[in-house]
């Protein structure tokens, strides 16, 4: 079994800016909520009849498998935005519960984002609808993976719920240790809470290894063929049940 350590900078508090944590600690509610059976004549969702059962959204196993890979690091403290117009910089803060678990304005900065000044990342094309402010998580949490591994730091796979996109990257992980800031962009417009516990991104470990791409001749082989009729033979689940390996992301308690 492979190990990651979680590295937190000195001049930070463990008790305030919380640890990354396996992927699979975050599925979303509607994701729970979601299809799993379509009606394969209507698809309207979750039929009665066994019968006119389909495959839906929740009986796709690499759509799931995606959002439950590798590590979350989530917002430690709920941040409001309270300004953002795609032209001015950004205006936040930090928002505190009170013993009676309402809000107040925190009067700590916490420095879990900043925005990049003047031209830094302006040639990088923003998602459509969203501001040109450029944004960065502060990565608090450095990793330290095994030798021969790298980390692929990107958007929380899967989640076009959340009001931002965060930039991908690929870091030598096994030499690089520290954190470091992650750029990220707003949807232009959006004012209002995200809350603690939110992922900012997600970090999968990838081996590095020398590949080389070739193109077959016979596009399916007798092997292709077999589990290619295999798959259609049955309704759905054919994928989950014959072919998915579940992968492993744990944390020491």
């Known amino acids: 079994m492979k190990k990651v350590s979680f590295n937190l900078h ?14 699979s600690n975050f599925i979303p509610q509607w994701y729970r909520d ?10 309207l969702k979750d039929p009665v009849d066994p019968a006119k059962r ?9 759509f799931l498998d995606a959002m439950i890979s590798g590590y979350i690091q989530s ?19 930090y928002i505190e519960k009170d013993s009676d678990g309402g809000n107040y304005v925190s ?6 984002i900043n925005e990049r000044p003047g031209d830094i990342g302006y040639t990088i094309p923003r998602p459509f609808g969203y501001s040109k402010n450029h944004l960065a998580w502060s990565g608090k ?3 330290q993976l095994p030798k021969g591994w790298s980390a692929l730091v990107t958007h929380p796979l899967n989640r076009f719920d959340l009001p931002f996109t965060t930039v991908s990257g690929i870091m030598e992980s096994d030499k690089f240790t520290s954190g470091g800031n992650v ?12 809350e603690a516990g939110t992922p900012m991104w997600q970090m999968i470990p990838i081996k590095r290894e020398k590949w080389f791409g070739y193109v077959k001749r016979k596009v399916y082989d007798e092997k292709s063929i077999f589990w290619t009729n295999q ?19 744990d944390m020491e308690n």
Not at 54 to 62: E, L, R, T
Not at 107 to 112: A, F, G, Q, S
Not at 183 to 194: E, N, R, S, T, Y
Request: hydrophobic share 30%; glycine share 10%.
């Open 10 to 23: 000195p001049e930070d508090d463990p008790r305030v800016i919380v640890p990354p944590d396996p992927a």
């Open 231 to 249: 798959a259609r033979s049955v309704p759905y689940g054919f994928y989950r049940d014959k072919m998915w390996e579940k992968k492993h992301y």
């Open 141 to 143: 949490w450095g990793y």
């Open 34 to 43: 979601g299809e799993k059976y379509i009606d394969k004549d209507t698809g």
């Open 54 to 62: 389909g495959g839906g959204m929740k009986s796709c196993v690499p």
């Open 107 to 112: 009067e700590h900065d916490y420095n879990l």
């Open 75 to 93: 917002l430690s403290k709920t941040i409001e935005i309270t300004k953002n117009n795609g032209v001015d910089p950004i205006e936040f803060r």
């Open 183 to 194: 750029p990220f962009f707003i949807q232009k417009d959006f004012v209002g809470i995200i």
